[in-house]
């Protein structure tokens, strides 16, 4: 028998709409070099509007890619809502990638337009003769007098959309799987990987994380989302909060740790989200702080340490929440609330320590990596961890095959190893790819061998991941030199320094005699893994 229900389409102009007619007067506050700016959600749906209508002025092709490059601002998010809901496809431009990874991105998301904040215009102004789909570059002027790039593609914010007329956006996306949104992961070697989002799945998206199996907004928190737009989709907080009715605190550029401290106490943040170096960065400074209104600090992209969620819990009496996810999930996997049968503080703190509660859904399995037949929640158990879902990638953008980061039968590969309990908690034991996770950001141990190995002087190089009391993981070097030549640990790391992000750069070099192989020649990491496991980085004690 079939159901009798209507079939509306889950578009993202749906939530804009919802959000400024239902919670008209709730706020976006935004942080800028002069201070707070406020507008509301009524405000925020006239600026989708006017945005609509200049991308119109514009001549951007109807399924045409539109790429950000901006702070968490008011117009950052406005840009969330105006490109999707005219069927364009928005791609947030990752700042922190390194100079031929943008380009790179760019170019194979064949982006027709680019909303930069001019003060990050020193960082993309020198790339733009390299960018040659790019047919219009539109300042946002944030107060930082950046000098403009001498480029006939660029136009002023204000003079484009200021006085735009704002655009109808009734029935213009009818299908709710028309593209939406375009994020680009480095979580693999190589170039990185394209993820496109839906209207459907961001729209489900937003709905789990409402949850409370979740996040558990309402119209009355006031979220903080420290973590950037242009990083995993923004872990969904543009949707979510505008959905929920969320009051929105924009902390633009400023991430300092006295900054956010400030922002949270001044605007009664209830929850805020963000990596573990951010937390680490704010948590000398909690105390004697008003944190009073704070319910619940969200923190993913790595793990996060005991010492650093009790060191909240200490101060303010609300320890870490952990959340596990990855850009190819839109990126909500698990998030590490506590189940009714979770009782005593020993318990608690072990659960907080994990990956967290599988989200509602999201259907997730560890199956062993030879048979791939699927292993049991119990706890101890490990294989390699799969997951699938209506917000979840079946393969990447411009790619005609899964490939193998996905099963045949439409599993999520993630590249962790992983037991589950028996109350649905994920345990990651250890990742099935030779990555560096550094401050929620991957670093591809392969592109830093081939660097490595193209100095004249390096016969082998094998880089690993080792403990950082900060950043999480930093990479350790592990340098054969060419016989007959002598090479030191400060002459390599300059010869890095211009070709891979500072970031990027291994904290310590060890030089050896061989690098480890396994049966068929490849390089055992897991052998330098043991053999390094006491090796104190320089930078852990800083």
């Not at 030199?481 to 970031?503: F, I, N, P, S």
Request: hydrophobic share 40%; proline share 6%; aromatic share 6%.
């Amino acid at each position: 028998m079939l159901g009798l229900m209507q079939d509306a389409p889950l578009t993202i102009t749906s939530i804009l709409e919802r959000g400024e007619r239902v919670f008209a007067d709730r706020e976006i506050v935004t942080k800028t070099a002069t201070g707070l700016k406020r507008a509301t959600f009524a405000e925020l749906g006239a600026e989708v509007r006017r945005q609509a209508s200049a991308l119109d002025a514009l001549g951007v092709s109807p399924d045409g890619r539109v790429a950000s490059f901006a702070w968490n601002t008011f117009r950052h998010l406005a840009l969330y809502y105006s490109v999707p809901c005219t069927g364009r496809v928005l791609h947030t431009g990752n700042i922190r990638y390194f100079p031929d990874q943008l380009v790179y991105t760019f170019e194979h998301a064949e982006d027709e337009a680019v909303f930069v904040d001019r003060s990050l215009l020193g960082l993309l102004a020198p790339l733009l003769p390299r960018m040659t789909t790019l047919k219009h570059v539109v300042v946002m002027d944030d107060g930082v007098p950046t000098p403009l790039p001498d480029d006939p593609r660029v136009v002023a914010y204000e003079e484009l959309v200021g006085s735009a007329d704002q655009a109808d956006l009734t029935g213009r996306i009818t299908d709710e799987h028309t593209a939406a949104g375009l994020c680009y992961t480095s979580g693999t070697t190589g170039n990185p990987k394209g993820v496109v989002y839906t209207h459907r799945s961001n729209w489900l998206h937003a709905i789990g994380s409402l949850t409370s199996s979740v996040f558990g907004m309402h119209d009355g928190d006031r979220v903080l989302p420290v973590v950037p737009l242009f990083h995993a989709n923004g872990w969904g907080y543009a949707h979510s909060t505008i959905m929920g009715g969320a009051t929105l605190i924009m902390p633009g550029p400023d991430l300092s740790p006295a900054g956010l401290v400030d922002l949270m106490e001044s605007e009664k943040v209830t929850v805020a989200a963000g990596v573990p170096t951010i937390w680490m960065g704010v948590a000398p400074l909690l105390a004697g702080r008003d944190l009073a209104a704070l319910r619940a600090v969200i923190c993913g992209g790595s793990a996060v340490p005991v010492a650093l969620s009790e060191a909240w819990r200490e101060a303010i009496g609300v320890p870490i929440t952990q959340a596990w996810g990855m850009t190819e999930m839109s990126p909500l996997g698990s998030v590490a609330r506590l189940r009714s049968e979770i009782t005593g503080r020993e318990e608690e703190i072990e659960t907080l320590a994990t990956a967290g509660l599988i989200a509602p859904g999201v259907s997730a399995r560890i199956v062993d990596a030879v048979s791939r037949e699927e292993l049991p929640w119990d706890g101890e158990t490990s294989g390699d961890l799969e997951v699938s879902g209506p917000w979840i990638a079946r393969q990447y953008y411009k790619t005609d095959e899964p490939g193998d980061s996905f099963s045949p039968d439409g599993w999520l590969r993630t590249g962790d190893v992983a037991a589950i309990t028996p109350l649905g908690y994920l345990k990651i034991v250890d990742r099935t790819k030779d990555l560096v996770k550094s401050g929620g950001e991957w670093i591809s141990s392969v592109d830093l061998e081939n660097q490595i190995m193209g100095h004249p002087k390096v016969a082998e190089a094998a880089v690993i991941a080792l403990p950082h009391p900060k950043w999480g993981e930093r990479p350790l070097a592990c340098v054969v030199v060419r016989d007959g030549e002598t090479l030191d640990r400060d002459e390599l790391l300059a010869w890095l320094g211009d070709k891979v992000g500072k970031w990027q750069i291994p904290d310590d070099v060890v030089f050896i005699e061989e690098v480890p192989k396994t049966s068929v020649g490849k390089f055992s990491k897991k052998t330098l893994r043991e053999q390094y496991a006491d090796h104190v980085l320089p930078t852990a004690g800083a």
